[in-house]
């Protein structure tokens, strides 16, 4: 039986929907942050999205596509619903697919985070 654990992140940042969306999305950004490995996302419904190992990843050992999933819902700059699972190792792939949600919305004016 598989355990479903949901959690709920809320963080502000000081940009704009575009901004964010931007630094999901485009490799780019995603080169800058986390594994630093560039992102594929074919942002449509069915599409695929991909995450790629880094020079140095791959010389470890690492496979060249190091983060795998599927475009579930796709409303720019807003929504992007999707699933991704790590390829890190065989055991990693064997745990299967995490469905993540990232809504994003301006905040009310005033607010200082």
């Known amino acids: 039986?598989?355990?479903?654990?949901?959690?709920?992140?809320?963080?502000?940042?000081?940009?704009?929907?575009?901004?964010?969306?931007?630094?999901?999305t485009k490799p780019e950004w995603t080169t800058r942050y986390g594994y630093q490995g560039p992102v594929e996302y074919e942002l449509r419904k069915g599409g695929t999205f991909r995450a790629f190992a880094t020079q140095q990843m791959v010389?470890?050992?690492?496979?060249?596509?190091?983060?795998?999933?599927?475009?579930?819902?796709?409303?720019p700059p807003h929504k992007l619903v999707q699933t991704y699972r790590f390829l890190f190792s065989p055991a990693?792939?064997?745990?299967?697919?995490?469905?993540?949600?990232?809504?994003?919305?301006?905040?009310?004016?005033?607010?200082?985070?």
């Open 1 to 24: 039986m598989n355990k479903i654990t949901t959690q709920v992140h809320e963080i502000y940042i000081k940009a704009s929907p575009q901004a964010i969306w931007d630094a999901i």
């Open 59 to 75: 010389a470890m050992g690492m496979p060249k596509v190091i983060i795998d999933g599927e475009v579930l819902e796709c409303s």
């Open 92 to 113: 990693n792939e064997a745990e299967g697919f995490t469905h993540i949600t990232w809504e994003i919305a301006q905040a009310a004016q005033g607010f200082r985070g």
